[in-house]
C-alpha cells in the first residue's frame, strides 16, 4: 500500500527520475517553457517552485542548495539573476500549466509548463489592472481613477489646440457647425408633420 506517498514515481527508478526532474527544471529555467506530459509536468511543478522560492534570497547557502538539484551553472545563474528579479513580489504560483491535444503515437495527456511571469500574452492585461483604483465609501482620496484621467487628458488636449489655431480655422469651423446646427431642427420639424 503506498498510503500518504505523493510523489508520482513516473514508471522510473529513483535515480532515473531526479535526473529527469533535473534535466526538465534546467530546460524550463533556460527557455521559461517546455512542452511534455501532464503527468511529468505536474511532478516537475512540484520540483521546482521550492527551487524558485529558494532563489529569491540570493546567498551562497542557497544557490549551494539549487545547484544540487540542478547541476547546470548557466541554470542556476539565469535564476538567480533573471527569474528572481520577476517573481520577488510573487508569494508562490510561479508556474502555470496549459493542457494541449493528446500525442498522436500514444495518446497521451500533454501539456505545456510555463513560467508565469514570462508570458506576454496574460502580464499585459495584469499591468492595466494594477492602474485602477477603487473608490470606498468613507470618501478617501478623491474619485477620479487613472484610467478616467487618462481618457479626460486626450480631450483637453484637442480643446487647447482648437484654441491655439488661428482665427480663420476657427471661423471656417463656426460655420461648418452653424451650418450643421440648422438641419437637425428642419428633419425634427419634418418629422412631426408627418406624425400629425
Same mark, same amino acid.
Given at each position: 500500500?503506498r498510503?500518504?506517498?505523493?510523489?508520482n514515481?513516473? /514508471?522510473?527508478?529513483?535515480?532515473?527520475?531526479?535526473?529527469?526532474?533535473?534535466?526538465?527544471?534546467?530546460?524550463?529555467?533556460?527557455?521559461?517553457?517546455?512542452?511534455?506530459?501532464?503527468?511529468?509536468a505536474?511532478?516537475l511543478?512540484? @520540483?521546482? %517552485?521550492?527551487?524558485?522560492?529558494?532563489?529569491?534570497?540570493?546567498?551562497?547557502?542557497?544557490?549551494?542548495t539549487?545547484?544540487?538539484?540542478?547541476?547546470?551553472?548557466?541554470?542556476?545563474?539565469?535564476?538567480?539573476?533573471? *527569474?528572481?528579479?520577476?517573481?520577488?513580489?510573487?508569494? &508562490?504560483?510561479?508556474?502555470?500549466?496549459?493542457?494541449?491535444?493528446n500525442?498522436? /503515437?500514444?495518446?497521451?495527456?500533454?501539456?505545456?509548463? %510555463?513560467? *508565469?511571469? @514570462?508570458?506576454?500574452?496574460?502580464?499585459? &492585461?495584469? +499591468?492595466? =489592472?494594477?492602474?485602477?483604483?477603487?473608490?470606498?465609501?468613507?470618501?478617501?482620496?478623491?474619485? *477620479?481613477?487613472? *484610467?478616467?484621467?487618462e481618457?479626460?487628458?486626450?480631450?483637453?488636449?484637442e480643446?487647447?489646440t482648437?484654441?491655439?489655431?488661428?482665427?480663420?480655422?476657427?471661423?471656417?469651423?463656426?460655420?461648418?457647425?452653424?451650418?450643421? +446646427?440648422?438641419?437637425?431642427?428642419?428633419?425634427?420639424?419634418?418629422?412631426?408633420? =408627418?406624425?400629425?
Open positions: 500500500m498510503h500518504g506517498k505523493k510523489l514515481h513516473l /514508471g522510473r527508478t529513483d535515480s532515473h527520475r531526479k535526473a529527469m526532474m533535473s534535466n526538465m527544471a534546467t530546460s524550463l529555467v533556460l527557455h521559461k517553457r517546455i512542452t511534455t506530459t501532464l503527468a511529468k505536474k511532478a511543478r512540484m @520540483y521546482v %517552485e521550492p527551487l524558485i522560492t529558494k532563489s529569491k534570497s540570493d546567498t551562497t547557502h542557497s544557490r549551494r539549487v545547484f544540487s538539484y540542478l547541476k547546470d551553472k548557466e541554470a542556476v545563474t539565469i535564476l538567480f539573476r533573471e *527569474v528572481a528579479e520577476k517573481v520577488a513580489t510573487r508569494p &508562490g504560483g510561479y508556474t502555470r500549466i496549459i493542457k494541449l491535444e500525442r498522436l /503515437g500514444d495518446n497521451a495527456e500533454m501539456a505545456i509548463i %510555463e513560467l *508565469v511571469d @514570462y508570458n506576454t500574452i496574460y502580464t499585459a &492585461g495584469e +499591468a492595466a =489592472k494594477a492602474t485602477t483604483t477603487r473608490r470606498s465609501r468613507r470618501g478617501g482620496k478623491g474619485g *477620479v481613477t487613472p *484610467v478616467t484621467a481618457i479626460a487628458a486626450p480631450a483637453t488636449e480643446a487647447a482648437a484654441e491655439v489655431t488661428p482665427a480663420d480655422d476657427n471661423a471656417t469651423v463656426a460655420d461648418a457647425s452653424a451650418a450643421d +446646427a440648422p438641419e437637425a431642427p428642419a428633419q425634427n420639424e419634418e418629422n412631426a408633420e =408627418k406624425g400629425e
